[in-house]
């Protein structure tokens, strides 16, 4: 018997954009956020986004936190 086939997740641009920009974390949540607030973001699922930013500012305050 087959079993159920599961559906790849949908990639977040807002995870895709924040892996592949250059930057610092500090840099790209800056950009995070003027590209959030310009509505950028319009067509993105909510809790994809938190989870953008909450990644983004967990590596920021490590990157701080190691200077």
Do not use: H
């Given at each position: ?29 800056e950009m995070f956020e003027?590209?959030r607030a310009a509505g ?5 699922r909510p809790a994809d ?19």
């Amino acid at each position: 018997m087959l079993g159920k086939r599961k559906e790849p997740r949908r990639k977040s641009i807002a995870m895709t954009l924040m892996r592949d920009v250059q930057g610092t974390a500090a840099q790209k949540l800056e950009m995070f956020e003027k590209v959030r607030a310009a509505g950028g973001f319009a067509k993105e699922r909510p809790a994809d986004l938190e989870e953008a930013e909450k990644v983004r500012r967990e590596v920021a305050a490590m990157e701080k936190g190691s200077e």
